[in-house]
Nanobody, 122 residues
């Protein structure tokens, strides 16, 4: 069974950086498109970034474009989210997600981690 475990969240000040990590276990990680989502207090969960299984294509939410970078290390079964120039509005629980089917295009995520809290103070 696939498991995703996030880490790296914390409390930072506006303008600081954080790197979130997601450890994946249980299957051929390199075949699966991975993504990060977030849920801010009182809001719906929203897409943040994704990287296709090929590792060559990424997509970002407009709100984080130019500040966040998603990457993956298939040899270590890891996905990362480098977050720079953090803003108070980036405060949320961040979730790592995986598509349920191999070689997907990032349209259906149905495997989720437990989330890691990121709090950005002004």
């Amino acid at each position: 069974q696939v498991r995703l475990v996030e880490s790296g969240g914390g409390l930072v000040q506006a303008g600081d950086s954080l790197r979130l990590s997601c450890a994946a276990s249980g299957r051929a990680f390199s075949r699966y498109t991975m993504a990060w989502f977030r849920r801010a207090p009182g809001k719906e969960r929203e897409f943040v970034a994704q990287m296709l299984w090929s590792g060559r294509t990424t997509r970002y939410a407009d709100s984080v474009k130019g500040r966040f970078t998603i990457s993956r290390d298939n040899a270590k079964n890891m996905v990362y989210l480098q977050m720079n120039s953090l803003k108070p509005e980036d405060t949320a629980v961040y979730y790592c997600a995986a598509e349920g089917s191999a070689y997907g295009l990032g349209t259906e995520y149905n495997i989720w981690g437990q989330g890691t809290q990121v709090t950005v103070s002004s």
